[in-house]
C-alpha cells in the first residue's frame, strides 16, 4: 500500500514503523500529518506521546496518552498506554504515581515480563522490597516475555528505545536504581 496524503493509513503504518525502529524524531511529524486526516486518531495521539517518553520532551507524554484514554476508554492498547504513563512517572520520581499507572496493565497483561520489571522497580524504589521481589520472580518466571535478567540486558534493551541522553539519565537514576535494588544482578 503506497503512503500517499490520500492514504491515511498507509502513512499511520509507514509512520509505525518508524517509531518501532527507534526513528521517533523522524516519525512524530508523520504521527502528526495522520491527525490532520483524523484529528481524534488514538493510535498516532498515543504513539506521540510514546515517541515524547524516548526522545523528550517526556512532559508532554502523559497530556498526549491521557488523550487517548479519554477518546477511547475501552481500547485494546489501553494497557501499553497505562504502562507507558507509569513510565514517565518513574523516570521523574513520582513513585506513587508510576505504581498506580503501573500496576494497571500488570493486571490487565500478566504475561507481560517487563510490566512486571518496571513496577519491581517502582516497588524498591518506594522501598517496599517485598512486594518489589514478588514483581521481579513475576517478570523472571516469564523471561522471554521482555523481562532482563540482568542489569547489563536491562540497558542494552533500554537503549534501543530510550535515546536521548537526558531521557537514558533519567533511566539511570529511577528504572535501574530501582532493578539493583529489586535485586537484579550486573551480569
Not at 140 to 164: K, Q
Request: net charge neutral; hydrophobic share 45%; with cysteine.
Amino acid at each position: 500500500m503506497a503512503a500517499s496524503p490520500r492514504n491515511p493509513v498507509a502513512h499511520f503504518a509507514r509512520d509505525h514503523l518508524l517509531r518501532t525502529t527507534g526513528r521517533c524524531e523522524e516519525a512524530i511529524p508523520k504521527y502528526e500529518t495522520a491527525l490532520a486526516f483524523n484529528r481524534n486518531w488514538v493510535n498516532a495521539i498515543a504513539d506521540i506521546g510514546r515517541c515524547k517518553i524516548y526522545i523528550g520532551p517526556i512532559e508532554e507524554a502523559i497530556p498526549l496518552v491521557e488523550q487517548a484514554i479519554r477518546l477511547s476508554p475501552r481500547d485494546p492498547g489501553i494497557g501499553f498506554w497505562c504502562f507507558w504513563i507509569g513510565q514517565v512517572h518513574l523516570l521523574q520520581s513520582r513513585i506513587d504515581e508510576a505504581i498506580a499507572w503501573l500496576e494497571k496493565p500488570r493486571t490487565a497483561n500478566p504475561e507481560l515480563g517487563y510490566f512486571h520489571c518496571w513496577l519491581a522497580s517502582a516497588f524498591a524504589l518506594k522501598g517496599e522490597t517485598e512486594r518489589a521481589a514478588v514483581e521481579l520472580a513475576d517478570a523472571w518466571r516469564l523471561s522471554g516475555n521482555g523481562s532482563p535478567s540482568s542489569i547489563a540486558e536491562a540497558r542494552a534493551s533500554a537503549a534501543r528505545y530510550f535515546v536521548a541522553p537526558t531521557i537514558r539519565t533519567l533511566l539511570e537514576t529511577t528504572y535501574i536504581v530501582g532493578l539493583r535494588k529489586a535485586g537484579v544482578p550486573e551480569e
